[in-house]
């Protein structure tokens, strides 16, 4: 017997045939997953399938019956589940198909075939790419048939990795019968060629094609011809060729010929100069002398000869009877006595005056060194003043000094006020003073009954003398460390945005742990990286690893990517003991059986993990969209008693341990903060940074660059291969009383985005503001400490959520309930829903929910706000925050 569903429909729709407003559509199995076929009919007394010709019972059928608010039409909608067994049951080439057959009191009506299929893709390609070498603007074609798969797999082409986007990349081709063509093969296209089929079940990739593109040589033009090389009579000359026009690449052929030609030559001999007869006598003069003179012409010297030697004038003393001046002067030679007199006293006088002005010069030398000694005091003393006023920004382009050598300063910071980063130019100012203030030592809040040293470094000391903390940094600036029990707590490594939020009964009870929080500095622990990966977050190292724990601690720390999922594979790595590290999660790819989960938000990650060790967040870019948040940070030099002046512009990663390390930095230099901090987006394209500084005033300042611009090149920011990248600007005052720079500075990245900042300021000022002012500034970038409490809080003081009430929020969310006011409503008003399966994978999954909300909020935390949302889901616990501290 058939078992249909049948409903009775009122008598004025007694005449009307049933209509389908869904009809089933083909699907796919994938896997062993069950697929669903869905019918909808109006008006319908009875509604069933029919698969394969044979009907399906009834008891399979889920029947859902509804009315049309608008037409007053019964509708009548049934669901399948098609199984992978059902499907492979059916032998030979039909696929396996079903119907939808619908009944009122005027006749029925079918509904179209569904074919379900079981979808799969094979391993091997039928046909892969192979291996060419090609010339230069040849062009290239790379075959590659795909697959079999059931739906038929897509193909596209990767070049080292990198997908191939035809559209944004016009010298590529990828043809109807998915080959791919390089139309004008370039030495940028040398590259590994991969062919990748994908379908809904699997992703394949083809052996990867090496395409070599090699360039012959090519002959420059000659060269000039040498001078002859006889200096006298018959010589050679020569001229020369190189084969680098173009230069042979990649196993290109070289040239063909000669590379020099010699040709004869004849040079002129050189002539020596020949002195001409002397010339008569002239008369007598009144000095009783006379002259004759000869001149250097005959020959005269010529193609290097010699000049004439000898003397080309000559004197002789006239005679008592030719000079004149013995007959006309007779006291000729007392004048000359007396000239000769006069001669001595001016020379002296002379020496005199220049001896007089040596000494004045002396001594007003001595008393500028003695100005400038007193004045070099000011290297010592706080900042000075600086103002500054934006200004309109544009964009113009500058080698960068990359070799400028910077120290390393590590301390403790101290927060001043809360706020979130501005990337504004709008004119600030900072305390006269130091950068940062430390904190004091050893300041950590911890359980009364657990056993803690009281030194820090006694705790450093400890650890680096087991074998798997030996690459722990010996300092305590980035070190937070605690002792906890099964009460819970937190550590916070300050103005870095690390933290480890330890929830309550994550410790069992009746034991103590002394948990430690480091992040690892770069130079210390160097992570590998390969292709197009690059380090997203701080190395963060938490333990001691292998505690027992039986819940999930949750690890906060930042991150630069773009936030964009679609644009990276994201991958949490962790270190193993034996040094090396593994990927223990793949976001998105998430499996709620493995004991690591991740959050990733805007610009933090938050790693739930039951089991300590050293972390990171690794990121491979799937496109050039993706990219990283750079900070880019403006520091010059404190104070200036010289004509030059230095400004630095640092390129890092925005994330807070970074800035606090070259906050540190600069304080241990002596530099000052001359602008708020901007955030660049650095894209994954290849392109690098560049740098330019322009407008200044010509009259007063000069650039001593000898380029335009300077440039970052894009490996060293994506790779990380050099930290704290930055770029240094020389700049020259024409006179020591110019005080007022004002001037334009621009970063970006060729082809992509940038920023630019407007600078106008006193170098002799101090531009930081002082605690009077009214202007309140942005705690993030002043590296200001937002936890005033310590580095460590145990117990209830580390919650917002008081123990009791958090017991009895888990006891009344944690019970499922018919109309969803559960847990699960609790997360999707948190807007935490995405997470649902792996809090459904947890014994309280509301405890689990609770722990990210307090890691969330630590600072921030509105305990009205969380008890507004317990009001609207309809529980009592929504006076929370009226609670008693007895009572807690």
């Not at 699997?202 to 052996?207: M, T």
């Not at 962790?574 to 709620?592: A, F, H, P, T």
Request: glycine content about 6%; overall charge negative; aromatic content about 8%.
């Amino acid at each position: 017997a058939v078992h249909v569903a049948t409903a009775t429909l009122p008598a004025s729709f007694n005449d009307l045939l049933p209509h389908f407003l869904v009809e089933p559509d083909d699907e796919y199995i994938v896997k062993n997953k069950p697929v669903t076929l869905t019918c909808r009919s109006t008006p319908a007394t009875q509604i069933y399938f029919k698969c394969n010709g044979e009907w399906v019972h009834q008891d399979d059928h889920l029947i859902d019956r509804t009315v049309d608010p608008a037409t007053g039409l019964p509708i009548m909608q049934v669901k399948i589940d098609i199984s992978r067994q059902q499907v492979e049951k059916i032998f030979g080439l039909d696929d396996y198909w079903c119907q939808c057959v619908a009944w009122s009191t005027t006749g029925t009506q079918k509904s179209q075939k569904a074919y379900v299929r079981i979808a799969y893709l094979r391993k091997n390609f039928e046909e892969e790419p192979m291996a060419k070498e090609v010339a230069l603007n040849q062009e290239v074609l790379l075959r590659c048939h795909p697959p079999e798969g059931v739906p038929a797999a897509e193909v596209e082409w990767q070049r080292n990795e990198h997908v191939i986007d035809p559209v944004n990349e016009p010298n590529f081709l990828v043809t109807a019968d998915r080959n791919l063509i390089i139309k004008q093969a370039r030495l940028a296209d040398t590259a590994n060629y991969t062919c990748v089929a994908k379908n809904i079940v699997a992703r394949r990739k083809s052996s990867p094609a090496t395409v070599l593109v090699y360039v012959n040589g090519g002959w420059s033009t000659w060269t000039t011809w040498s001078a002859c090389s006889s200096v006298c009579g018959r010589g050679w000359q020569r001229r020369s060729r190189s084969c680098t026009n173009p230069t042979p690449l990649n196993g290109g052929m070289a040239c063909d010929g000669q590379n020099v030609q010699k040709s004869a030559c004849t040079a002129t001999c050189p002539v020596d100069g020949g002195w001409s007869d002397w010339s008569n006598w002239s008369e007598c003069g009144v000095d009783c002398s006379m002259w004759r003179s000869r001149e250097c012409t005959q020959p005269s010297p010529g193609t290097g000869g010699k000049d004439c030697q000898g003397i080309d004038l000559q004197s002789l003393n006239c005679t008592s009877q030719q000079c004149l001046q013995s007959e006309y002067y007779p006291s000729a030679n007392g004048v000359e006595d007396v000239a000769l007199y006069v001669g001595i006293v001016a020379v002296a006088l002379c020496l005199t005056l220049i001896l007089i002005v040596v000494v004045l010069v002396y001594r007003r030398k001595k008393e500028g060194l003695d100005a400038d000694v007193a004045d070099s005091s000011i290297l010592t003393t706080g900042f000075q003043p600086m103002g500054i006023k934006p200004k309109n920004s544009h964009l113009l382009t500058i080698q960068p000094d990359l070799t400028t050598t910077t120290t390393s300063y590590q301390g403790t910071l101290h927060s001043r006020h809360d706020g979130t980063t501005h990337t504004g130019t709008s004119k600030f100012s900072m305390t006269n003073g130091p950068l940062l203030d430390p904190l004091p030592n050893g300041s950590h809040h911890t359980l009364h009954n657990g056993k803690m040293t009281s030194d820090p470094a006694e705790f450093m000391t400890r650890l680096s003398n087991q074998t798997y903390f030996k690459t722990l940094p010996r300092d305590v600036a980035n070190t937070s460390y605690g002792t906890f029990n099964f009460l819970g707590g937190r550590l916070t490594i300050p103005n870095t945005g690390i933290s480890l939020l330890i929830p309550p009964e994550a410790i069992p009870r009746g034991k103590i742990y002394e948990i430690y929080l480091t992040a690892q500095r770069k130079e210390d622990l160097r992570l590998p990286l390969a292709g197009c990966q690059t380090l997203l977050s701080p190395i963060v190292s938490c333990g001691p690893p292998g505690v027992v724990l039986t819940r999930p601690t949750i690890l906060s720390m930042d991150h630069c990517s773009d936030a964009c999922p679609e644009n990276w594979a994201i991958r949490l790595k962790k270190q193993n003991y034996e040094g090396v590290w593994e990927d223990v999660l793949m976001m998105g790819e998430e499996l709620i059986s493995e004991p690591y989960y991740c959050q990733l938000e805007a610009e933090t990650c938050r790693v739930f993990s039951e089991q300590l060790g050293r972390f990171s967040l690794v990121g491979e870019s799937l496109n050039m969209s993706a990219a990283k948040r750079l900070r880019l940070v403006l520091f010059s030099d404190a104070y200036c008693s010289t004509l030059e002046y230095n400004i630095r512009v640092y390129c890092m990663d925005d994330t807070q341990d970074v800035f606090k390390e070259v906050m540190q930095m600069e304080r241990q230099l002596g530099g000052r903060l001359i602008d708020e901090p901007h955030v660049l987006l650095f894209k994954d394209s290849y392109h690098n940074l560049r740098l330019s500084i322009h407008d200044m005033p010509q009259a007063h300042w000069r650039s001593k660059l000898l380029a335009g611009y300077q440039e970052i090149p894009f490996y060293h920011i994506w790779n990380g291969s050099q930290r704290f990248l930055h770029c240094t600007f020389t700049l020259e005052r024409l006179n020591l009383s110019t005080c007022e720079l004002t001037c334009q500075l621009c970063v970006w990245q060729v082809e992509g985005e940038g920023q630019s900042f407007s600078l106008d300021f006193n170098i002799a000022k101090v531009t930081l503001r002082s605690h009077t002012d009214s202007r309140p500034l942005d705690p993030e970038f002043l590296l200001m400490d937002n936890n005033p409490s310590g580095s460590a809080l145990a117990g209830p003081s580390a919650f917002q959520i008081p123990y009791l009430i958090r017991q009895k929020i888990c006891s009344s969310l944690d019970t499922p309930c018919p109309n969803g006011a559960d847990w699960r409503l609790l997360a999707q008003r948190l807007k935490l829903d995405r997470h649902m399966s792996f809090f459904a994978s947890k014994a309280s999954p509301t405890s689990v929910i609770l722990d990210l909300w307090e890691a969330q909020h630590f600072h921030s935390g509105n305990l009205n706000q969380l008890a507004t949302v317990m009001a609207d889901i309809g529980k009592q616990e929504a006076m929370i925050f009226l609670v008693s501290d007895g009572e807690c």
